[in-house]
């Protein structure tokens, strides 16, 4: 699955060190090709405050 940036993407698991649970909305920021196919995803709470910040692998993730 090929994202863009500025996609908004769900969470396909639980990423407990980060504090993001299942279906959690996040927009990419960042696309990674090297060394494997990730994502940077940021997450933001209803005020527009970045929550978690982190990358993320695509089978992880849906398109929103």
Known sequence: MKLEVLDAVRTLRVFLEEGIPADKIGTVVLAYTVPDEAYEIEFCDSDG???????????DLEKY
């Open 49 to 59: 405050c970045t929550t978690a910040m982190f990358a993320i692998q695509p089978e």
